[in-house]
């Protein structure tokens, strides 16, 4: 069972990210403030969950948050910054977007740069842990997955809406023999 939350009396914003690993696509990150009472049996780790539990999740979350939000970073960006810096500016983003400002936020991973005049605490598999990491990652992923399914129609020779811009073996076969999308990342390693 995941924990409610990771302070006391304070307003918490989980933050997660979602296509960190990828060779296409942006890496997106979501930010989510759940109420205190807020519960759920299925909620966990969007990696834990298949596709239709992520995506019946989603509206849950969504209508039960005190307030959530979903930033990218581009493909273009990422590979200017890299993509740990990117992961870090997309959940800035997210939390900059919340209609109700966090006193304190909970970010799955180890590491993440201060935001400013709110504390943070850096949990490892914290997607695993806590409640409102959970939801970020679900309405991260769900988001992302969205946007590949979208970007797909304009180049369906890579198979985004099956592979999402991860490195699956006919994806890095497609960039081999094809090459580059702009929506791929060139800082990225491709081997066949």
Known sequence: MLLSHFTDNLAEAGCDEAGRGCLAGPVFAAAVILPRDFRNEILNDSKQLSEKQRDNLRPVIE???????????DAETI????????????MHLAISQLVKQPQFCIIDG????PYPEIPHQCIVKGDEKYLSIAAASVLAKTHRDDFMKKIHAEYPLYNWAQNKGYPSKQHRDII????????HRKSFRVKG
């Not at 081999?176 to 929506?183: A, S």
């Open 176 to 183: 081999l023999q094809y090459g580059f999308t702009p929506y």
């Open 79 to 90: 590979d200017r910054i890299n993509i740990l810096n990117a992961s870090i500016h997309a």
């Open 110 to 113: 180890n590491r993440f740069k």
């Open 63 to 73: 209508n039960n948050a005190i307030a959530w939000a979903v930033a990218h970073v």
